[in-house]
Every structure is written in structure tokens, then in C-alpha cells.
């Protein structure tokens, strides 16, 4: 049997899980004070993700850089991949929040927007 530890981080709580893993499926977790601790141990050993934000260049007068962002949280083999292709890209003005710069990355239905609007 083996045992891992996380620190919860889906809420403030931040709740010290111990975790038991048994023939790679987690069989106990200790230390959630809510049900949000259970299935944060059970996604962070089976596969971990993470919101993404960065910036991309762009042809902007008034800024270098735009923030961007996953819509939603993206599992983390496919970080790396992500941020290396964003830091390539060199958006063109005009962009509003919530635009689309990228649409279902690697089929994952996780959408990479916006997040500042920048008129030229």
C-alpha cells in the first residue's frame, strides 16, 4: 500500500490529506473537513490539473503583453505543451475578453481566452 499527501487547494481550508493508494486506485483519504477534499485527492492522483494563465505577445501601441487564460483547468501533462505554444503566438488587436484564441487544445474541451480587452 502506498500513501501520499496533498495539501487541498479546493477551497480555503487547505486541508493535509493522507491518501492510500492500493493497486492504483486510491482506497482512503483522511484529513478533508469537506467532500471537496475527497474528490480533490482523487483527481490530484489520478490525473492533476491546473487552471493555466500567461500572457501572449501582441501588435499592440499601449502593451507588449496580454493576459490569457484556460477556461477551465487543464490536466497538467498538457501544461508545458500549452504555455510553449502561447508564448509563440503574436496576437493582432483588436481582442475582447472572452475571445477564443485557441478552441478545444488537443481535443481536451478546454478553451484558452482573453482576459484584457485592448482596442489597438
Known amino acids: 500500500m502506498d500513501k501520499k499527501k496533498y495539501i487541498c487547494i479546493a477551497c480555503p481550508i487547505g486541508c493535509h490529506?493522507?491518501?492510500?493508494?492500493?493497486?492504483?486506485?486510491?482506497?482512503?483519504?483522511?484529513?478533508?473537513?469537506?467532500?471537496?477534499?475527497?474528490?480533490y485527492a482523487i483527481n490530484e492522483y489520478t490525473d492533476p490539473k491546473r487552471m493555466v494563465t500567461v500572457t501572449?505577445?501582441?501588435?499592440?501601441?499601449?502593451?507588449h503583453r496580454v493576459p490569457v487564460k484556460t477556461t477551465e483547468a487543464i490536466s497538467k501533462k498538457f501544461i508545458n505543451g500549452l504555455?510553449?505554444?502561447l508564448y509563440k503566438l503574436n496576437l493582432t488587436t483588436p481582442l475582447k475578453v472572452g475571445e477564443k484564441i485557441i478552441e478545444n487544445y488537443k481535443?481536451?474541451?478546454?478553451?484558452?481566452?482573453?482576459?484584457?480587452?485592448?482596442?489597438y
Open 56 to 63: 501572449c505577445k501582441v501588435d499592440s501601441k499601449l502593451v
Open 107 to 119: 481535443n481536451t474541451n478546454v478553451d484558452i481566452v482573453i482576459t484584457r480587452n485592448l482596442e
Open 17 to 39: 490529506l493522507d491518501v492510500e493508494i492500493k493497486n492504483g486506485k486510491v482506497t482512503n483519504i483522511e484529513g478533508n473537513k469537506c467532500k471537496r477534499g475527497v474528490d
Open 83 to 85: 504555455i510553449e505554444e
